[in-house]
């Protein structure tokens, strides 16, 4: 695109690494490979999508700063649509710094976050939700929501979108062409049979706003606390689950002090799994702030692996600790079932909220009932069992927002034109929600949340 400046940046994380790409997006790229780059083998001009072997030398000095391969991308096929040089160096924060030094002297200024993707948006070559799918792909916890996040940067999402809006727009024309009707023949209502139609985009729309939940716990995670007295089992537990051993076990009570924290993959879902140290009476001011610190973990918890265990009748601390988790989203568990029982579960069930998810038996020491258990979290997470994520789904707030205003839009147009009020209102409520389907894929949307959304990006991307 014509009259934007030409930036560049570091594209590769900080840090040392096999190789560091610099990226260079605008009409300047072209001239900035000319004056940096000096080419193993002759070189008359620059074939677009090559990869061209040299040396980048500092023009003032002459000094070769780093052995390069370098390809010149002309626009408008390239990531930004731009003109666009990628010099790929050693990965070295000095060469990469010198390098970046000398491109952005050669007529390139230092990009902003997320400003490639930006001026790819801008320049058509992907919509809004694509250009945020971009960033949950670089951000993606787990193998399925990288997928998720591919599919809607492959455009999968914005072909729903589109497919919606098109019916939104069919539905405006009919209610628009009634409007003519009416006009020239003064008769009102024509509109009636149009109501089915509109109640299947607001199904539509609700069914895709409903991928929400599972796209956004995919995409962000959860965090799972396992809490309990000292020496249930909890970090055999952790360990258990993470299949390795990250935390101490001891039959020594009170040998986790800290929260340790690893995040494992629950059915797609990247659940960030807390051991914490042991819930009992304070003994001294350290103690207590421990236990201070504990009970905010746990009120922030979205669920709390409560352990118990099963090898002894429940103590007087136990009942204590479940009096206080009343209120938190638990799953009672009972651990060492190699043991002789002694723990009545009955007695156990009697002192839990009603609601409580039905109790899972573990042996963490030996891998009893693990399964069981990672299922009971994920379905708890759910609120259902786990069913088949689509293709097209969601994981932004934003974007669930813009599908509900569309679908009461809707819902109120409908109503209008069923209570026979003026048409002209309901093709307003109509235009509403064409525009709030606009805000999904960049379409309506304004600077301001633009701006918001590629600050979340890093620089290079
Ligand atoms: N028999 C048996 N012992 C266990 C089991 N889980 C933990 N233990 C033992 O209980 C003791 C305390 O375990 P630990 O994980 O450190 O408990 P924490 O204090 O709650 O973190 C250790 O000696 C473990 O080997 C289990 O499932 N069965
Ligand atoms: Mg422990």
């Known amino acids: 695109m014509i009259g934007r400046d030409t930036i560049a940046a570091i594209a590769t994380p900080p840090g040392i690494g096999g190789i560091g790409v610099i990226r260079i997006s605008g009409t300047a790229a072209e001239g900035i490979a000319r004056r940096l780059f000096r080419a193993a083998r002759p070189l008359e001009a620059f074939l677009s999508h090559h990869l061209y072997h040299g040396e980048i030398v500092a023009p003032e000095t002459g000094a070769v700063l780093d052995d390069v391969l370098v390809t010149l991308m002309k626009g408008p096929h390239t990531y930004t649509g731009e003109d666009t040089l990628e010099i790929n160096c050693h990965g070295g924060p000095m060469i990469l710094?010198?390098?970046?030094?000398?491109?952005?002297?050669?007529?390139a200024r230092p990009a902003a976050r997320g400003e490639f993707t930006k001026r790819a948006f801008l320049n058509g070559r992907l919509d809004l939700s694509q250009a945020e799918a971009v960033l949950d792909m670089i951000t993606a916890k787990t193998p399925e929501g990288a997928a998720?996040?591919?599919?809607?940067?492959?455009?999968?999402?914005?072909?729903?979108?589109?497919?919606?809006?098109?019916?939104?727009?069919n539905l405006l024309a009919g209610i628009e062409a009634a409007i003519d009707f009416a006009e020239d023949d003064?008769?009102?209502?024509?509109t009636g049979t149009n109501l089915p139609a509109f109640q299947a985009v607001i199904d539509d729309l609700h069914s895709l706003a409903a991928t929400y939940r599972r796209g956004r716990l995919i995409r962000e995670g959860i965090s799972v606390v396992i809490a309990g007295r000292p020496n249930v089992g909890k970090s055999s537990l952790l360990n258990r689950i993470l299949g390795e051993k990250r935390a101490i076990v001891n039959p020594i009570p009170g040998t986790t002090r800290d929260f340790i924290e690893e995040t494992v993959n629950i059915g797609g879902i990247p659940v960030r799994l807390t051991d914490t140290a042991g819930i009992h009476d304070p003994e001294n001011s350290i103690e207590k702030e421990g236990i201070d610190l504990l009970w905010e973990r746990l009120v922030t918890a979205d669920v709390v692996l409560l352990l118990l265990d099963g090898s002894m009748a429940l103590t007087p601390v136990d009942r204590e600790v479940l009096v206080q988790m009343q209120a938190r989203l638990l799953i009672p568990v009972i651990n060492k079932s190699d043991l002789p029982q002694q723990l009545d579960e009955k007695m156990l069930r009697d002192l839990l909220p009603e609601g409580t998810p039905a109790t899972v038996r573990i042996s963490a020491k030996y891998g009893d009932g693990i399964d069981r258990l990672t299922e009971a979290i994920h379905e708890m997470i759910l609120a259902t069992p786990a069913e088949e994520m689509p293709a097209e789904s969601i994981a932004d707030l934003r974007h669930k927002v813009a599908l509900e205003k569309?679908?009461?839009?809707?819902?109120?147009a409908r109503k209008g034109l069923y209570d026979g009020l003026p048409s002209?209102?309901?093709?307003?409520?109509?235009?509403?929600?064409?525009?709030?389907?606009?805000?999904?894929t960049g379409r309506t949307t304004s600077e301001e949340v633009l701006d918001r959304i590629f600050a979340n990006f890093c620089v290079g991307k």
């Open 186 to 190: 003064g008769v009102v209502e024509a």
């Open 424 to 440: 002209e209102l309901a093709a307003l409520e109509v235009r509403e929600a064409l525009d709030s389907l606009g805000e999904i």
């Open 406 to 412: 569309a679908a009461e839009c809707l819902g109120r």
């Open 148 to 169: 998720a996040a591919v599919n809607r940067r492959m455009g999968k999402l914005s072909g729903r979108i589109e497919a919606i809006r098109n019916a939104v727009i």
């Open 97 to 107: 710094r010198t390098v970046l030094a000398e491109v952005v002297q050669a007529g």
